[in-house]
């Protein structure tokens, strides 16, 4: 079955780390882009990153700017998503999205494959 596995969501407080995972099934991330996108309670989904398959990152403006990173490991067929200085306000789904592109993130693709996301919660 080919999809995306989003893992590693859960209860963080304030202020802490988490480090979430995309990892890609019956296919091979290394000529996709893979984006992170987040989904709040009664908010619009929101693009957070984008990686591409010549290891260009890409931000979106946001919050989230300067304190998530993203990264791939194409030997784990894994991307990830590294959050630091976690708030309340980042509570959300978080989904990771792929799109076979000769590199670059482009704008609004069309994306071949979504993840079931991942829950994280920032609380005391």
């Known amino acids: 079955q080919l999809q995306l596995v989003e893992s590693g969501g859960g209860l963080v407080q304030p202020g802490g780390s988490l480090r979430l995972s995309c990892q890609a099934s019956g296919f091979t991330l290394d000529y996709y882009s893979i984006y992170w996108f987040r989904q709040a309670p009664g908010k619009e989904r929101e693009g957070v990153s984008c990686i591409s398959s010549s290891d260009g990152t890409w931000y979106y403006e946001g919050s989230t700017k300067g304190r998530f990173t993203i990264s791939r490991d194409n030997a784990k067929n894994t991307v990830y998503l590294h959050m630091n200085k976690l708030t309340p306000e980042d509570k959300a789904v978080y989904y990771c999205?792929?799109?076979?592109?000769?590199?670059?993130?482009?704008?609004?693709?069309?994306?071949?494959?979504w993840g079931q996301g991942t829950l994280v919660t920032v609380s005391e």
């Open positions: 999205a792929g799109v076979r592109a000769d590199g670059g993130c482009p704008n609004n693709p069309q994306f071949e494959y």
